[in-house]
């Protein structure tokens, strides 16, 4: 074979934090041809987007590369002047970001800042350029290629802008693209397009790839090749197919085994909590429809549905938060009061809720025994002794030692944070607790560890769960009924069996079908259909 | 009608609102002043006939809510009204328009606070950018050790220090401005050089401070990783893809320290005995000539309203979300 078009050879990379420098990438190889695209998976922190971004020489304010070479077509990185590193990338090594929402500038048009890098490095005229991006954009199937061009980046969705930051990075015809987590952001449906779109692109200018990832399903799609990365190092790089057949190391088949979490579902005719014809809206921005939602005791209702399909303002209805224009919740067949204000601290302590971004929800002055104290306070009572007590009894509860109480948020990891939430909503007993995307931002490994301790809760508490999400491999891990939401209203409920069983609604059938599966050809084959 | 329109029309409203209740601050303020006008002519010999006769003519007897309505009414008409100070007692009236007194003074302070601004302005943002450039660097930190030390010590002392270095033992400008109506364009430089330049030393530091932390603050965004990903050079991803989101912010620290050119001169004024508007007000106050005061202090409020309006509006029109909506 030629020689390779990137090469990295036992690379070390430090990032600074808490006052000294730390070891992010130690030592690892990478190697990759013309044409090919090498997909890169592992958990957050696993040093990914920081490898990726050496393939470009390029180390992030407050990282450093400290050891070992980086060859982009036979030019070693390591010792190129900045200027000389400048005038490769965007014209032969070209990144696509994460956020596309994040990285386009606020303050320029989409064109202007498509064939910025091909103006700037003088690869075509003008004209040309902006003639080729229109090409582009609708080789990536945006509307309106021909104006789309001219509008700003907060006039386009997220899942355009995804596709234009593609054309953007195709619009040099780079050698080599960096695609760090470019769907991540997306919901599922969308998700299907931009993958199919940036495969195609990728496919069509023979253009070399690096697939950054923590999505197994989606780098199976994508990648000739994989490479798993944990805590900086390498732990086994193999072809697709064989490494989805067959992975060898430990780690990697624990990745692996997330995706089989399954739960029967049961059945219960016992009602705890039921909305009916609920119309609720923002303003004059109407945002449910007419929505009733029944949720059996002691199970697990999950709402499905992508961003803006109104899962978590009927969250925002149950708790109060957002009072109906019609319908009602009741709770054990009484009517709660519309609005949070007017509920008494029993109906109060009844529903409790979790949040997706456990950071966020919880005070960063206050120590994990203030945060569970303050609810065994508040409706319970639980004061002193007997509140140390109670917080450690939770703390058993949800898997961690009684040391946890005198530690402050930060000290916490994502996962153990997310435990601190589960406590906290666990302290006032409630019977109902919303549980909003609360495993969306944790790693798989993570996942699995807190959805089984919800299940095992409910197995012990006999605690009933509304769980919103748009991950299907979370609802087939934890659901007993689903509910189908789609623009503001249900589209089906029903036992998770029933609803995965064809035939389906339309939406449902889409929703379904745009669910990457471990096939490696799965991509291939939703693009025929 | 473009949405942009409307909203500065209803900026215009606000602020129009916002100057009558400052009117209504500023009667209430000067009527919290110790004594007045017949009591600081006439002084502590005077009877009461006299001080009473002397109130009656200049209208100072009757209840405070009406001076105001009428105050206020004839503003509206842009009529200031008369100065006390040239009447006496005795009906004689050599009093003059509070137009015509605040008209020249106000040409002079505002010469003075363009001159500074035109200079001012372009070095901060100059300096501002040239130093988030090259952040870190021994030019960056002079530059930020030069505008710490001038920003906090206290202008007379700058002014004195200047006088000192430039007057005393170098004499390259005069220390008093005392310019008139009459005085020749650069003549007028000249002599306004020293008070400019205390100034410009006061105020180049906060906005260059400011514009460089809107830049630098905005370094950290993904767009701007984007940017430099592209391999585009330092210095056009500041000037292109930085400064361009900054401007709401520059603005308002611009706005902000221009009013100041206008409002806060009055020590500089005195310490170079600049005949402006800030040392009329001064003399107004300790000589009870309300008029005056109250005409003054309006035009303060006035020019701070303006340029925040200005200000707000410059963050608008950078801003493409509110330029360009959906």
């Known amino acids: 074979m030629s020689d390779p078009l990137l090469h990295i050879k036992d690379i070390h990379i430090d990032g600074f934090s808490d006052e000294r420098w730390h070891k992010i990438i130690k030592g690892v190889d990478l190697t990759l041809h013309r044409g090919q695209v090498l997909g890169l998976i592992g958990e957050s922190g696993a040093g990914k987007s920081t490898l990726g971004l050496a393939a470009m020489g390029f180390a992030r304010p407050g990282c450093r590369l400290t050891r070992g070479g980086i060859w982009f077509d036979g030019e070693d990185l390591m010792q190129a002047s900045e200027s000389r590193k400048q005038t490769l990338r965007g014209a032969r090594i070209a990144y696509v970001a994460q956020s596309a929402a994040a990285a386009f500038n606020p303050a320029h048009r989409l064109i202007d800042q498509t064939i910025e890098a091909t103006l700037r490095h003088g690869l075509r005229p003008g004209d040309d350029a902006a003639e080729d991006a229109k090409a582009l954009y609708a080789a990536m199937d945006l509307p309106d290629p021909e104006t789309i061009g001219l509008r700003y980046p907060h006039q386009v969705s997220g899942g355009q802008l995804q596709r234009a930051m593609t054309a953007m990075a195709m619009s040099a015809r780079p050698d080599l693209i960096i695609f760090d987590e470019p769907t991540t952001a997306l919901d599922v449906t969308t998700q299907v397009n931009v993958l199919a779109a940036m495969k195609d692109a990728v496919d069509r200018f023979n253009t070399a790839a690096i697939y950054i990832t923590h999505d197994l399903a989606v780098v199976a799609q994508m990648a000739d090749r994989i490479k798993v990365l944990r805590h900086g190092e390498e732990v086994e790089e193999a072809d697709t197919r064989d490494m989805l057949t067959n992975p060898k190391h430990p780690y990697t088949r624990s990745l692996w085994a997330v995706r089989a979490l399954h739960k029967p579902s049961l059945r219960e005719d016992d009602t705890i909590l039921s909305i009916n014809n609920v119309t609720a809206s923002y303003g004059t921005a109407p945002v449910l429809h007419d929505v009733s939602i029944r949720v059996p005791k002691g199970r697990t209702v999950a709402i499905v549905g992508e961003s803006g399909s109104g899962k978590s303002t009927t969250a925002r209805v149950i708790t109060g938060l957002l009072p109906p224009l019609k319908g009602a919740v009741q709770f054990h067949g009484d009517t709660l009061p519309p609005a949070l204000k007017d509920r008494s601290r029993d109906q109060l302590q009844q529903i409790q809720m979790i949040y997706q971004m456990a950071d966020t929800a919880m005070n960063p002055r206050q120590r994990v025994s203030e945060i569970i104290g303050r609810p065994l306070d508040f409706y319970r009572g639980l004061k002193g002794k007997a509140q140390a007590q109670e917080v450690a009894r939770l703390l058993e509860l949800i898997e961690l030692d009684d040391s946890f109480a005198d530690r402050l948020p930060g000290e916490l990891s994502g996962g153990q944070k997310q435990r601190i939430c589960i406590a906290r909503a666990l302290a006032a007993e409630p019977e109902l607790i919303i549980c909003d995307e609360v495993t969306s931002a944790l790693d798989q490994v993570v996942q699995e560890g807190i959805l089984k301790l919800l299940l095992r809760l409910q197995d012990d508490l006999g605690v009933s769960y509304i769980f919103i999400t748009h991950d299907i491999a979370t609802v087939e891990a934890i659901a007993d009924e689903i509910v189908v939401m789609h623009q503001g209203k249900v589209v089906e409920q029903g036992p998770k069996e029933d609803i995965f069983a064809p035939p389906h609604p339309a939406y449902t059938e889409l929703l379904l079908s745009s669910v990457p599966t471990m096939d490696p050809d799965w991509l291939e084959k939703v693009r025929q259909t | 009608m473009h949405p942009i329109l409307t909203t500065v029309l209803q900026r215009l409203a606000m602020g129009v609102i916002t100057l009558f209740f400052v009117s209504l601050i500023i009667f209430s303020a000067v009527e919290f002043l110790p004594g ?139 220390s008093l401005a005392n310019i008139d109506a009459d005085t020749p364009f650069w003549e007028r430089v000249y002599k306004s050089a020293l008070p400019a330049l205390t100034l410009l030393l006061v105020i180049v530091a906060h906005m260059m401070r400011m514009t460089r932390a809107a830049i630098i603050n905005l370094l950290a965004s993904p767009y701007i990783e984007m940017a430099r990903l592209k391999g585009l050079s330092p210095a056009t991803v500041i000037l292109r893809h930085a400064l361009p989101n900054a401007w709401a912010p520059i603005a308002n620290v611009v706005a902000f320290n221009l009013a100041y050119l206008v409002v806060g001169v009055v020590v500089v004024e005195v310490v170079f005995v600049y005949p402006g508007i800030g040392q009329l007000m001064v003399d107004s106050v300790s000589a009870r000539d309300i008029p005056v005061v109250q005409a003054c202090a309006l035009i303060f409020a006035g020019t701070y309203i303006l340029l925040n309006l200005i200000a707000d509006i410059v963050s608008i029109v950078t801003n493409p979300r509110l330029l360009h909506p959906r």
Do not use: C
């Not at chain 2, 006299?50 to 009406?66: H, I, M, Q, S």
């Not at chain 2, 009204?81 to 009093?95: K, Y």
């Open chain 2, 36 to 174: 007045d006008f017949t009591e600081a002519i006439l002084g502590q010999s005077a009877t009461d006939e006299t001080v009473a006769a002397f109130r009656a003519e200049l209208g100072l007897d009757k209840p405070a809510y009406l001076r105001y309505i009428d105050w206020i009414g004839a503003v509206m008409q842009g009529d200031l009204g008369q100065s006390f100070s040239g009447r006496s007692a005795s009906g004689v009236d050599r009093s003059r328009a509070v137009a015509d007194l605040i008209g020249p003074r106000l040409h002079n302070t505002l010469f003075l606070a363009l001159m500074t601004a035109l200079v001012a302005v372009p070095l901060a943002l100059f300096l501002g950018i040239t130093t988030a450039l090259w952040r870190g660097s021994f030019y960056d930190r002079s530059v930020n050790a030069v505008t710490l030390t001038t920003i906090s010590m206290p202008e007379f002392l700058v002014a004195y220090l200047l006088i000192l270095l430039l007057v005393s033992l170098n004499p390259v400008f005069p």
